[in-house]
Each structure stands twice: as structure tokens, then as C-alpha cells.
């Protein structure tokens, strides 16, 4: 561990700030923190900034609970897309990656986060009442569950597939199977089993 | 057990957590070195070759390396990955629920093999059971017992009496059964039917296939529910957070109001 006593108090406390972020340790806290240290005025400044904006600018989607600086966010907000179907996420970032793909035109919503039973962490602690109000309002046809191919991610999926069953719409899973550039050969049981049930006409 | 620098072992993944940018904690429980935690890297690039071999709830023979806080998987082969429980999510939860008992009642690198063996054949069983909740009962009763948790069933534990065939009291601060005479030696006791006392007794001493011959009607199954609940608490000293899922789950859907 370091010693924070002999360093001054300024450098100590940032060091403090950076070990709390997710991944880094007190070496790497202490390594940034004396980069920054030597970082131009300027820029430690700009820095600063784009921190605060972030926290002062920045908000959820009051319609998909996505981040967003204007509310509705520019998905909502856009009316070429199509609103009927709605992709259901983990995090704001997996918009992002179905977003690359450029082969989507619907909307999501956002649950931040997945239910893990063994942390506590339940459908109360999800942005599901949020989707439930949001499709009995709005005309949605499909609901695509797009959270990740792990048992939590599933579950969540099951759990939502069970709580809109009785609304009428369609809902749907993303395949799950080979991921492209991957050998058969050390594909596990379950990824193996799941390409196999999802197979198509060739 | 000391452990050489890089280990092969049995193991079934307890529970996961994320670790950084593309890794993950894993807690695992193994045959003959008890509870570990390690760690999976790069687990959660969808091209990473441990994959799935890692899953949550996944029985597999794994490679381990020491490391200088946690072991690293260098390698996972998955010996059973119990898929049909994965698409049922009650059974899902369960076994979640099984796993994070096995999690908070053990310490690290200690070895408890008749835990792991239980916990194993239970999560194979909860798959094709059709009385769930009395698997369940069995494995808290047997877990405790191995643990050294055995609830007195026999004897009143104030005044040793054995017990008469009527109805008893359970006290969890007190480990075991109280005599309706004695029921106030201890605080918070429950009552505990006949019935209840007797299918204790028979899930403790028996492995599963013979006590899955017993029958628990709705009544009863929720009366051994509350009582063996009360006792884990206690020992814990905190909620089992994965019962709050399980009730979740058993309540009548709520949402569409
Ligand atoms: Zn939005
Ligand atoms: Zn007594």
C-alpha cells in the first residue's frame, strides 16, 4: 500500500478520488494522479470541466432511459425510426454496439443493470416499470431482449418475457451462437448448443 | 491443502463479478480445496476461450495458476453446464439461491467435500424435481449439518427430554427443539407441528432419493419454509438476499395494474 501520510494533502485526496473508479487500483490512482500533476493548466482545466459537465449536462431519457443531453434523447426523437419495435438493453453502451451495425432502425430502452439475485440486485432496482407504462402507452408491436448471453442476462430476459406474455406482443431474443472468427473446436457446451438450436436455412 | 504454483480441480462457479475492462472475479467451490476466488481474463470479449466454461452455475475441470492476490483459470472444460436449468427460471434461481448458501457459509481454501457433493447433486436434481421446495429443505438441513449447524430434532435442547409426538417449538438462537414446557427458555421460538418435526428428522438422516418419497402439502412445505428461513437468518445474521427473487417470483404478478 502507499503511504498517504507523507504526501501532501491535495495529491492524496485525488489519488483517493481515482482509486474509487472501477478498475483501478491505488498504483494506478498514484500514477495518474502525478501525470495530471504535470499536465499543462489548460488542460487539467478542460478536464475538470468535462467532469462536471457530464454530471451537470447529462441525463436519463425520460422516455428509453438512455443517457442523453436533451430529453427525449435523438432516438426517441427520431422520427424515422421505427417506434413499434423496442430493443431491450443492459447499458447505455450496448446501444452504441448495435448502433455500429447500422442494421437497426427501432428504438431500446435501457434497464442499468440485470438481475442478480445474489446481490440483491431484483427487478425493483431495474428500469422495467419504466418499459411496462411505456409499451401499454405506445403502440409497440415487438420487443427485442438484447440483454448479454450469460445466466443473469437470460434470466432478466425470461423475467421480462413473463411479465409482457400476457400484453400480446411479439417478443423476441437476439441468436445466440458462434461469435464470427472463433474456432468450433473451443466453443462451449452451451454457445454450441444454442447455435445449434438457432441454425437456418442455408 | 497446500496448493502447487499451477493447480487442476473440479469446481462448480458460485458467482460472478466484473473485474476492470474485460475480466471477471469468479467464486468457485472445489472438491478438495473449498471456496476460491479467481480470476477469468478477458471473459467478457465474446471471442474469449473460456467463454461459457466459466458460467455461472457451471460444473468444469479448471486450470489455475497462482497468482499474488487471486489464482487465475488459465483453462476451463465444462463437464456439465446444466442447460435445461437455464431456460426455466425458476429452477434458475433455485440453484442461484443453493450456490450463494454454499457462498456465505464457507470460508476460502477450506475443504468440505459432502458440500461440494451436495451441492453438486442438488443442482442436478433441481433440474427434473417436481417438489422444488422440498429439495430445497433438504439441502439447508444437510448443508447446516455439515457445517456443524445440525438443528437438535431429538431431545429438548433446555431440558433434554426426548421429545413427545405433539406439537414442539423451534428456536433458532437455541439451534433445535424446545418441548412445549420449555418453550419459553428461549427467545423467538415458532411452533413447530408434528408433521413439520418428522420430515426434519427424515430429510437430515436421508439422501434424497429417499426422502423424496415423502409428500408435503402446501401447508406444510411453507410451515418447514419459515422455519428452516428463521434458522439461516440467524446463523447468518442477515437475509439470504436471493429469497428476496424467489418470493418475487412466487408472487402473483403485480405489474399490470
Ligand atoms: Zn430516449
Ligand atoms: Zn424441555
Given amino acids: 500500500m502507499l503511504n498517504f501520510q507523507s504526501t501532501p494533502e491535495p495529491i492524496s485526496r485525488l489519488i483517493e478520488e481515482f482509486n474509487k473508479l472501477p478498475g483501478i487500483g491505488p498504483k494506478s490512482a498514484a500514477r495518474l494522479t502525478y501525470y495530471l500533476l504535470r499536465m499543462p493548466e489548460g488542460d487539467a482545466r478542460a478536464l475538470a470541466e468535462a467532469v462536471l459537465a457530464v454530471k451537470e449536462n447529462v441525463m436519463l431519457c425520460s422516455v428509453c432511459q438512455n443517457i442523453t443531453v436533451a430529453d427525449p434523447c435523438s432516438i426517441c426523437n427520431n422520427t424515422q425510426r421505427d417506434h413499434s419495435i423496442t430493443c431491450i438493453v443492459e447499458e447505455p453502451l450496448d446501444i452504441l454496439a448495435i448502433e455500429r451495425t447500422r442494421k437497426y432502425s427501432g428504438v431500446y430502452h435501457v434497464l442499468h443493470g440485470v438481475i442478480s439475485p445474489a446481490d440483491g440486485i431484483g427487478p425493483d432496482d431495474l428500469k422495467i416499470k419504466e418499459l411496462l407504462t411505456r409499451i401499454q402507452n405506445d403502440d409497440v408491436k415487438e420487443i427485442i431482449l438484447a440483454t448479454n448471453p450469460n445466466l443473469e442476462g437470460e434470466a432478466t430476459a425470461m423475467y421480462i418475457q413473463r411479465l409482457i406474455a400476457p400484453l400480446g406482443i411479439r417478443v423476441t431474443r437476439l441468436a445466440r451462437g458462434l461469435p464470427a472468427g472463433g474456432d468450433l473446436e473451443y466453443a462451449d457446451e452451451i454457445t454450441l448448443t444454442r447455435a445449434l438450436e438457432g441454425r437456418q436455412e442455408f | ?257
Fill in chain 2, 1 to 257: 491443502m497446500a496448493k502447487p504454483r499451477v493447480y487442476k480441480t473440479e469446481a462448480i462457479v458460485l458467482k460472478r463479478s466484473n473485474l476492470g475492462e474485460a475480466d471477471k472475479i469468479l467464486v468457485i467451490y472445489t472438491p478438495n480445496l473449498g471456496k476460491i476466488r479467481a480470476v477469468a481474463k478477458g471473459v467478457r470479449r465474446s471471442k474469449s476461450k473460456l467463454g461459457g466454461n466459466v458460467e455461472t452455475l457451471i460444473h468444469s475441470s479448471m486450470m489455475l495458476a497462482q497468482g499474488r492476490n487471486l489464482d487465475i483459470i488459465t483453462q476451463s472444460q465444462t463437464i456439465d453446464s446444466f442447460l435445461p436449468l437455464r431456460s426455466d427460471l425458476w429452477r434458475t434461481s433455485c440453484a442461484l439461491y443453493t450456490a450463494e448458501l454454499v457462498d456465505r457459509f464457507t470460508e476460502e481454501h477450506i475443504e468440505n467435500y459432502p458440500v461440494y457433493r451436495l451441492l453438486l447433486d442438488t443442482i442436478k436434481n433441481i433440474i427434473e424435481e417436481e417438489d422444488v421446495n422440498r429439495l430445497l429443505r433438504h439441502f439447508e438441513i444437510r448443508l447446516l449439518g455439515y457445517l456443524g449447524y445440525k438443528p437438535e430434532l431429538k431431545t429438548c435442547i433446555h431440558c433434554k427430554k426426548a421429545l413427545e409426538p405433539v406439537e414442539n417449538y423451534f428456536s433458532a438462537s437455541g439451534g433445535g427443539t424446545l418441548c412445549p414446557a420449555c418453550r419459553l427458555a428461549e427467545p423467538a421460538v415458532r411452533p413447530l407441528s408434528l408433521n413439520a418435526l418428522k420430515v426434519m428428522r427424515l430429510l437430515q438422516q436421508s439422501s434424497y432419493q429417499q426422502a423424496s418419497r415423502v409428500k408435503l402439502n402446501e401447508g406444510l412445505s411453507k410451515e418447514l419454509e419459515a422455519i428452516m428461513r428463521s434458522y439461516i437468518t440467524y446463523i447468518l445474521e442477515r437475509e439470504v438476499k436471493s429469497v428476496q427473487f424467489l418470493d418475487e417470483l412466487r408472487r402473483p404478478q403485480n405489474y399490470q395494474s
